[in-house]
């Protein structure tokens, strides 16, 4: 069993829409979470860092973290076709090492 | 303006030849990384260096090695590529003592073995 699981999807929702992002884990001593926004044939950038459990709120996204549910959420209002990416769950102990979901590609339609 | 700049951006290279990704910031970032990214498999840690002196494996180290030549410049070389090595390959920093083990991701290396 992998130490983070996401859905690949992919997901495909229309203009304006909610999308709802999520990933589970299973090492209790992750207490560093963030999310990833990955363009096509780009790298990664950070898009929501959030420490312990918790919510945290940027502009149209939303991040929350359930540590007693091992469960992370990530919320995108209004969703505008830019967008359209894959979206990677990230996670950490405290320490160097940074433990990933698959990512999870989104379509947002216009 | 790239923080984290990787070369080539594209390689396409035959079974058995030895290649080179470089990667280089200008963040001012001690830690730097080194991923491969597969379809469906998310990213996995291949090297990491905390600083010119400290080099780690990762998760799949075998077959690759590193050279950390400056806080500012971390290698990633394919000793003898195989086909199972075609991947996108990622160079990352992070800062150390930063207090959120943010990684800071640069646009990586699309890699063909044939």
């Known amino acids: 069993q992998k130490e983070v699981e996401q859905d690949p999807g992919p997901l495909s929702v229309p203009e304006g829409a909610i999308v709802s992002l999520n990933c589970t884990y299973s090492n209790s001593a992750f207490q560093y979470f963030m999310w990833y926004r990955q363009y096509s044939r780009k790298g990664p950038e950070l898009l929501m860092y959030?420490?312990?459990?918790g919510n945290k709120e940027d502009g149209r996204f939303t991040a929350q973290v359930d540590k007693s549910s091992k469960y992370i959420s990530l919320f995108i209002r209004d969703s505008q076709p830019s967008d359209s990416a894959t979206y990677l769950c990230?996670?950490?102990?405290?320490?160097?090492?940074?433990?990933f979901g698959a990512g999870t590609t989104v379509t947002v339609r216009a | 303006d790239a923080d984290v700049t990787q070369t080539p951006r594209n390689r396409i290279t035959k079974t058995g030849k030895r290649i080179m990704l470089e990667c280089s910031q200008t963040?001012?970032?001690?830690?730097m990384y080194w991923y491969r990214q597969d379809p469906g498999l998310g990213l996995q840690l291949i090297y990491y260096?905390?600083?010119?002196?400290?080099?780690n494996k990762g998760e799949i180290s075998d077959g690759y090695s590193v050279s950390r030549q400056a806080q500012a410049k971390f290698s990633l070389s394919l000793e003898s590529a195989i086909p199972n090595q075609t991947a996108l390959y990622f160079c990352?920093?992070?800062?150390?003592?930063?207090?959120?083990?943010?990684?800071?991701f640069g646009p990586g290396t699309r890699l063909t073995v044939l």
């Open positions: 959030t420490y312990s459990s």
């Open positions: 963040k001012g970032h001690d830690r």
């Open positions: 990352a920093t992070s800062l150390l003592g930063g207090g959120t083990d943010t990684q800071y």
């Open positions: 990230a996670m950490s102990a405290g320490d160097y090492k940074l433990s």
């Open positions: 260096s905390f600083d010119v002196k400290d080099i």
